[in-house]
Every structure is written in structure tokens, then in C-alpha cells.
């Protein structure tokens, strides 16, 4: 069964950088059928939908992180990983990784997600 | 980015009623409609995919449709188990967006 565990810092500072990683069992990264990606949701601004991977290095951002995000894979540890550059406070929120039927939707096996709060 | 908008925000109901949840997008959307239900605590689940194609392990007591920017979902014999926020989300235009969910509550 597939399960998807997200992990990162619970607290990070303005202006510094949010990493978290995405740790895949049950299933492969490697696999053409699917795509990886992370969505966060805030009582501010509700679900948000931020980046995707394929095995084969194809990436998508959502526009409105304005280059801030990076996502990457590494197929050889079954493990995702989402960069966001200079957060402020309005980047708290619970971050879930998700499993994709397609390049940037139907996301059909999620993390629990894990709550990442900006403050000093 | 197209803005989906979801009615109502919240709804009561009693065991067995039918509870309908309307999506409006702000531009037609050819069916690219999908619904989530996050039930208090948890992870968003996938419920309907394109529409009305419901997902193998939703019950049967769900029900979906829609057309142009108008889309719905209904559960009839509402279930203490169906407790939750359902949200639509737009895969039309990219980037996907979601509405501001519909909180499900019983009576």
C-alpha cells in the first residue's frame, strides 16, 4: 500500500528557506504512470496546489510562488523534496505531498501533511 | 487563474437527508472538475475525478455531475462517516486552483 510521509522543520524564519522531503514507500518514483508533487493548505488562503516532478525531470510551479519553489527527486532514496525561498509568515501551513494521476492534478494518495510555521 | 467558488460554506444535516454542494467556475471548465472530502484532522481524499467519474472506493451513496461552469456534488443518505469539507478544484487552466470548501455537518 502506498504510503507518502512528509518531513521537515516545524518553524522556520522569515526570509530563510523551507525544505521539506516527501519519503515514498509502497510505490516508486520511478514509476512513467505518475507524478509527485506538494500542496499546502492555510485557514488564509485554503488548498493551494504548488509544484509536480516526473521520473523523467519534468517540473511545473505554480506561477504565484513567483520562482521561489524548487521541487526535486532522488529515485535512488524513493524521496521528494520541495525548496521555498524567502517565506513569510503568509507561507504557514500544513504541506502535504501527494502522489498525481497527472502532470498537475488529480492528486489520489496524499501525506498527512506537516504544519510549517514562519516566525521569528 | 481561474476562481472556483463553492456553495454553500457550510451545511447541516440529519442522518439519511440529501445534502447538495454546488462548484461555479469563473469560466467554463469542460468538465475538468474534480472533489476532494477532508475529514477533521486528516489528509484531503480524492473523490470524483472529471466530473462525475467517482473514485473505485467512494460509496455509492455519492453522486456527481456538472457541465460548463456549473458542477455538483450530492450525497444522498447522508452517513455520520461523511462528516467532513469537500472542495472542488479547476484542472482546465493551469494552475489548478481549488474552492473554498463546504463544511458538512450533522444535525
Known amino acids: 500500500q502506498l504510503q507518502l510521509q512528509e518531513s521537515g522543520p516545524g518553524v522556520v524564519k522569515p526570509s530563510e528557506t523551507l525544505s521539506l522531503t516527501c519519503s515514498v514507500s509502497g510505490g516508486s518514483l520511478s514509476s512513467s504512470r505518475y507524478y509527485w508533487g506538494w500542496i499546502r493548505q492555510s485557514p488564509g488562503k485554503g488548498l493551494e496546489w504548488l509544484a509536480t516532478i516526473y521520473y523523467a525531470g519534468n517540473t511545473y510551479y505554480n506561477p504565484s510562488l513567483e520562482g521561489r519553489v524548487t521541487i526535486a527527486a532522488d529515485t535512488t532514496k524513493n524521496v521528494f523534496s520541495l525548496r521555498l525561498t524567502s517565506v513569510t509568515a503568509a507561507d504557514t501551513a500544513v504541506y502535504f505531498c501527494?502522489?498525481?494521476?497527472?502532470?498537475?492534478?488529480?492528486?489520489?494518495?496524499w501525506g498527512q501533511g506537516t504544519l510549517v510555521i514562519v516566525s521569528s | 487563474d481561474i476562481q472556483m467558488t463553492q456553495s454553500p460554506s457550510s451545511v447541516s444535516a440529519s442522518v439519511g437527508d440529501r445534502v447538495t454542494i454546488t462548484c461555479r467556475a469563473s469560466q467554463g471548465i469542460n468538465n475538468w472538475l474534480a472533489w476532494y472530502q477532508q475529514r477533521p484532522g486528516k489528509a484531503p481524499e480524492l473523490l470524483v475525478r472529471a466530473a462525475s467519474d467517482l473514485q473505485s472506493e467512494v460509496p455509492s451513496h455519492f453522486s456527481a455531475g456538472g457541465s460548463g461552469t456549473d458542477y455538483t456534488l450530492t450525497i444522498r443518505n447522508l452517513q455520520p462517516e461523511d462528516v467532513a469539507t469537500y472542495y472542488c478544484q479547476q484542472a482546465y487552466r493551469f494552475p489548478p486552483t481549488f474552492g473554498q470548501g463546504t463544511k458538512v455537518e450533522i444535525k
Open positions: 501527494a502522489r498525481h494521476l497527472s502532470s498537475w492534478y488529480d492528486p489520489d494518495s
